[in-house]
């Protein structure tokens, strides 16, 4: 009888802690979702002997002091940065193009027109003129030296004029492709730059017949960025220079830097009509991370709020004391438990900032079995 009537308590108290944490779940969610509301349920007392009658053994975790952090949560689109679209400088029978997918880097062919290669090289301004002796000065001359001195072939200063230094450069550079060494470029023999460009869709074929500003292919950087439209809501949060947290499609996690925040954009939603979005894009920490995928959905996290120097909890370790009150059983040396009121704060990352008489860093607090 002794046994049979042991038994039943033990049920009793499971029964009870079942009770007890399917509650407190549902007074969890909605502290989750306003930061103040409290479900209207009220817990069961523990059994016979009171919440520290005999030890605990179930499972328990830790009540930890440390900065609490948390996110707005957004979707993202991996991408490669830029988009420009070559076009051809001069009219005749094209003659070679790129590979889509290949990436053409400083010094290599960018296509030919009649067997007359163009190269690519690095600079922010266009070629709008061929570069000879007794040009005017200008930009485009110091973007050719500074790429001259980047192939190791132009060992001064860059600067605006072209002086024979750089003729003599060219002279070398042209050498190297096997072109004739005049010391000249003529307009259209090289194409600028400001990075590595990566080959996307031809709009036109070898052999085909183009006239000058005749579209060839499109082109992106090579340097992978994640583009986020974000809640108008959310806006105060997308701060340059914030570092967030990136899950890819197949699990990877990583980090990266939000690199600009552009004004908010009126987008069409699924559902029709508009919404108003804030525009982000998110430079990448590890580029090699992502170099499996040319465009994938990422979810983005972006820090919101943040706590230093708190006590936090596990969320399942919070229990509903009644339909006003939060509170935690801990679990004392001994392996008895007790239950202690506490105040909630900042919900983040599974985890809840509490406070209150009695509660401090390393107690042990029951959660549930795990």
């Not at 919440?51 to 993202?76: F, Q």
């Not at 600079?123 to 007794?134: D, L, M, S, T």
């Not at 059983?329 to 239950?339: F, H, M, N, S």
């Amino acid at each position: 009888m002794a046994g049979e009537q042991s038994g039943v308590r033990h049920r009793t108290r499971h029964s009870r802690r079942r009770v007890l944490i399917g509650v407190t779940a549902g007074a969890v969610a909605v502290a989750t979702g306003t930061g103040l509301g409290i479900t209207a349920a009220v817990t069961t007392e523990s059994d016979e002997g009171g919440p520290g009658a005999g030890a605990y053994r179930g499972a328990t975790d830790e009540i930890v002091r440390g900065d609490l952090t948390g996110s707005t949560t957004a979707s993202g689109t991996l991408r490669f940065a830029g988009g420009r679209t070559i076009t051809s400088a001069g009219g005749g029978i094209l003659t070679e193009l790129p590979a889509p997918g290949s990436a053409v880097r400083l010094g290599d062919r960018l296509y030919a027109v009649d067997n007359v290669p163009v190269f690519l090289l690095r600079g922010k301004v266009p070629a709008w003129r061929e570069f000879a002796i007794g040009m005017d000065d200008g930009p485009d001359v110091r973007a050719l030296e500074e790429s001259l001195r980047e192939l190791g072939l132009f060992d001064g200063e860059p600067g605006k004029r072209f002086t024979w230094a750089t003729a003599n450069a060219v002279v070398a550079w042209q050498r190297d492709n096997g072109l004739d060494p005049t010391g000249r470029l003529p307009l259209g023999s090289v194409v600028f730059a400001g990075e590595d460009l990566r080959i996307g869709s031809l709009t036109a074929q070898v052999g085909d017949r183009v006239g000058p500003g005749a579209s060839l292919f499109e082109t992106t950087g090579t340097t992978q960025v994640v583009d986020v439209d974000l809640r108008l809501a959310d806006q105060r949060h997308a701060v340059p220079d914030t570092e967030v947290h990136l899950r890819l499609p197949d699990g990877t996690e990583t980090e990266g830097t939000i690199s600009s925040v552009g004004t908010p954009t009126e987008r069409d939603s699924p559902g029709g009509g508009g919404e108003t979005v804030v525009p982000v894009v998110i430079t990448l920490a590890d580029p090699a991370v992502t170099e499996s995928f040319q465009e994938a959905s990422v979810t983005v996290d972006i820090p919101s709020e943040q706590r230093e120097d708190v006590l936090s909890v596990p969320v399942g370790a919070l229990l509903a004391l009644d339909a006003r009150r939060f509170g935690v059983e801990v679990v004392d040396p001994d392996g008895r438990t007790r239950r202690i009121p506490v105040t909630t704060g900042l919900f983040a990352g599974g985890r809840v900032e509490i406070s209150g008489n009695g509660v401090r860093a390393g107690q042990r607090v029951v959660v549930p079995s795990r």
